[in-house]
């Protein structure tokens, strides 16, 4: 992988983190600022935290670590770093809490920023791990534009008129290149040690054998999963793992989140607004038993991490690992579907400068995708700066999901980026690609 100078450079560092911290804290104001009152308070789902708690919470953890632990200063309201410590209340509770009302809550994490901005501008980024590269600026902007991703799933589980607005992505001519691509058997490098701002559970970079195997070119449409529901997908246990299985039959699950069937065609919500469901457009709200249950019903199976990877990063001509399908250049609005430009994502087959070198296409972007893969730590994975990020939840009971979507942000979503879940969430922008054994 070769760093942009962006990412090696001090002031370079110090512009970008600037950008960074200014970008996310512009979408949270968005987010929170479209609805009233009673709606910021509201738990519109017991899978989420009302928005008042993320607004708060973003500005506490950036007090806890780019003042507290950066700069060394005292804490502004210690009283409520038990109100918005994740591990400490589960979020179907949060709402019974004491928490900062609205404009406490944004003059709080205002009073926080301004300060944390100062300190930007001060260090050296350099000295320790925390600062090194701008680390902890980085981590912390990571951080709130992944609140702003739920705060975004929080609006889509919301009832009520539409809230947010956005322009659809632009519409391209129907893809109609191969279905699937063959990824070369051989060793790839997968991890990084090298990107500064990368999490400790996508460190360090290492050496991985993968087989050779075929990948889907886009992630699965709407279309092709219509296909599965209208063949009985839903209703026939031999595609289901069993838990999957007893978890659409307890539930009464027979189609994505949002849909239903009226009139002879399938409608969905989105954002407060109903629609035709575009079949188009890649699937979205699926949970992994969901798609596993799809691809063995297609006569497939879902990429493993390792093989999602090595799809998005690996050149076979050169033989690198680059940061992203494309190259090493961040991304642009040509290359992929990102950072809530869209409240969709596009049209399967979109983004052509986004393909990696073997023409897989929208790895980055438009929607998160599980893998087969149980979350776990790499060889050699040391936490930082804190276990409670990564390590309390590696083992089997998180699935595996790589590439992000609409609602992410660049900053939050790389070639090394992992993300996990329980196989049974919905709420999340998850869809998925299939894959095969063999060269065949």
């Given amino acids: 992988m070769t760093a942009p100078e962006s990412l090696t450079d ?45 607004l708060a919470h973003i500005g506490n953890q950036e007090e806890l670590w780019l003042l507290r632990a950066v700069a060394g200063r005292e804490p502004m309201r210690p009283e409520i770093d038990g109100l918005y410590d ?80 956005a322009p659809d992505p632009v519409a391209g001519p129907p893809f109609t290149g191969p279905a699937e691509v063959l990824v070369p058997g051989g060793p790839f490098t997968m991890g990084t040690s090298a990107e500064p701002w990368s999490l400790d559970n996508e460190r360090p970079a290492h050496q991985r054998v993968v087989p050779a195997f075929h990948i889907d070119t886009t992630p699965v449409t709407n279309a092709a999963y219509q296909a599965f529901i209208e063949d009985g997908g839903y209703q026939d246990a031999r595609w289901w793992a069993p838990g999957g299985w007893d978890h659409i039959r307890e539930h009464a699950i027979g189609a994505p989140l949002y849909w239903r069937r009226e009139g002879g065609q399938w409608l969905r919500r989105r954002f407060g607004v109903t629609e035709v469901v575009p079949p188009d457009e890649p699937v979205l709200h699926v949970c992994w038993y969901e798609a596993d249950a799809y691809a063995r019903w297609a006569g497939r199976r879902l990429p493993t991490e390792a093989e999602w990877e090595k799809a998005a990063r690996h050149d076979p001509v050169s033989g690198r690992s680059t940061r992203y399908p494309w190259g090493d250049a961040d991304p642009t609005p040509e290359h992929a579907n990102l950072g809530q430009r869209h409240l969709r994502p596009a049209s399967a087959g979109s983004y052509p400068a986004g393909a990696s070198p073997l023409g897989v296409r929208q790895l980055i972007g438009d929607v998160w995708e599980w893998t087969a893969s149980d979350f776990e730590p790499y060889p050699g994975f040391a936490p930082f700066p804190y276990k409670e990020y990564s390590e309390v939840f590696f083992g089997s009971e998180h699935k595996v999901l790589r590439g992000g979507s609409f609602a992410v942000d660049p900053v939050a979503c790389r070639g090394t980026f992992r993300n996990w879940d329980y196989p049974v969430r919905r709420q999340i922008f998850s869809g998925f690609r299939t894959a095969r054994d063999g060269a065949a």
């Fill in 86 to 165: 994740a591990f400490e209340h589960p979020r179907a509770e949060r709402p019974t809490l004491p928490l900062l009302p609205p404009e406490e809550a944004r003059r709080y994490a205002a009073d926080v920023r301004g300060r944390a901005l100062d300190v930007l501008e001060s260090s050296t980024l350099r000295g320790t791990r925390l600062t090194e590269a701008g680390f902890a600026f980085g981590m912390i902007a990571q951080h709130e534009q992944q609140h702003d991703e739920t705060m975004l799933i929080t609006h889509q589980l919301r009832r009520g008129p539409a809230a947010l607005t």
């Fill in 10 to 54: 001090p002031e370079s560092l110090r512009e970008r983190a600037l950008d960074a911290l200014v970008t996310a804290r512009d979408r949270t104001a968005l987010l929170t600022s479209c609805v009233d009152e009673p709606e910021l308070t509201a738990q519109h789902s017991p899978l989420m935290s009302p928005l008042v708690w993320d």
